[in-house]
């Protein structure tokens, strides 16, 4: 988590002494699929940020309008993850 | 040197995912250097190489927009490698360096770029600097110039490249000294 944060926030950060650090951890196949992972994540939330649209469905399972789901999840992202279908 | 080391071709055991290595090379980006260093990961390095050698050559915009707005967005990340890489498909389009810098620079005031093209690069600019701006508003700006089908290709190609360039930045991958 530390990685993938220090990606974003302060990629100065990461230089040889920290990657000595990590392989303490990670190897580098794992640190190539962290990297990936994130290539694919990195941006696209963004992205999707300015994009406006909100889950098509509600916590219980409805299929909801953008409008219902925008009033149920609000404009900030949460978990409603306790409120969930099992 | 990269602090994750790239593979040999011959130790690319997958036949497409060294097919797609060699295009990444061939096109100039996202260049071998990216592509052997991902192909640690096989199955994820095709998905990821197909993906974005797509998204860079297909589509209904302009390659040599797509060009100019992939460096703009390296030179965001400050990595020094993609920044330096060039698409060789560009370049054969006639791309030019002073157009290059002139969308990293004060594209708003360049005479390289129309209308639709400043709107283009603002969008990959403020994607990053300040997402907030990229509102409803901006939106409708951007249609004024771009269908809704070329707008969502613009925004995942930025969205895509932008983290392949922070990513890229991790692996501490030097500028090539020739490319």
Redesign the interface.
Known sequence: MRHVDLIVTDPDAIDAAYYKELRQHLSDDEIVELGNFLLFNLGYHTFFGTLKFYPMFSPDGRLVSQEESERLYGAAPSSLQAQAAE | MS???PLELDQIEDAELRDLVLRSEELGVPGGTFAR??A??PE??KA?LSVMLMKFTEGNIDHRLKEIIRVQLARF??DPHSSALRSNKALDMGVTEAEIDAGSGDYEDSEHFTEAEKVALRYADQ??LD?TK???A??DELKKHYSEPQIMEL??F???????H??M????APAPTAH
Not at chain 2, 158 to 164: C, D, V
Not at chain 2, 169 to 172: A, E, H
């Open positions: 602090f994750i080391e260093i991902i640690r990961k994820q390095a990821t990340a400050e994607m990053f997402s990229v509102d409803a901006f939106y925004g995942a930025i969205a895509l490249f932008h983290a392949a922070m990513v930045r991790s692996f501490g």
